[in-house]
């Protein structure tokens, strides 16, 4: 039997998760969140667990071709850093900016019991999690 409700992404950015599922239901794709009721309340929480977008079974397909194909909505996110970069170990498209040192943000919680937010200019591909430095910058 197929299941009634599936996960099509996860994510580690609630941010990421809302956008992606206001994409979804402006598609009339009915989704929702799981997992985020910790993380809204602990939002350093997000940084060790996973936001599941979920939709039911019969839509999911179209959903992921949704969110592989982002309308112009998601530019917002992607005209900051200009072209999109590929990754240099996988040459991945899914390539995300980190904004904030995960490495100083996860040792300063378990520290200073609190989130120290530390400016960072990454790229992290997340195809094969490797890291490196912008080019331009
Ligand atoms: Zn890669």
Redesign the pocket.
């Known amino acids: 039997m197929e299941p009634d409700i599936v996960t099509i992404w996860t994510y580690h950015d609630y941010v990421k998760a809302e956008m992606a599922k206001i994409q979804l239901e402006a598609a009339e794709i009915p989704c929702f969140i799981s997992g985020d009721n910790a993380i809204a309340t602990n939002w350093y929480y997000s940084i060790f667990s996973e936001i599941e977008l979920c939709v039911k079974f019969c839509d999911a397909q179209k959903a992921i071709e949704i969110l592989k194909n982002p309308e112009p909505l998601e530019d917002v996110e992607s005209d900051e850093h200009g072209p999109i970069e590929l990754?240099?170990?996988?040459?991945?498209e899914?390539?995300e900016l980190q904004k904030i040192s995960r490495t100083v943000f996860f040792l300063s919680v378990l520290i200073l019991r609190m989130p120290l937010p530390f400016p960072s200019k990454k790229h992290r591909?997340?195809?094969?999690?490797?890291t490196w430095r912008l080019k331009s910058e």
């Open positions: 990754c240099p170990y996988c040459g991945g899914d390539v591909c997340l195809n094969c999690y490797r």
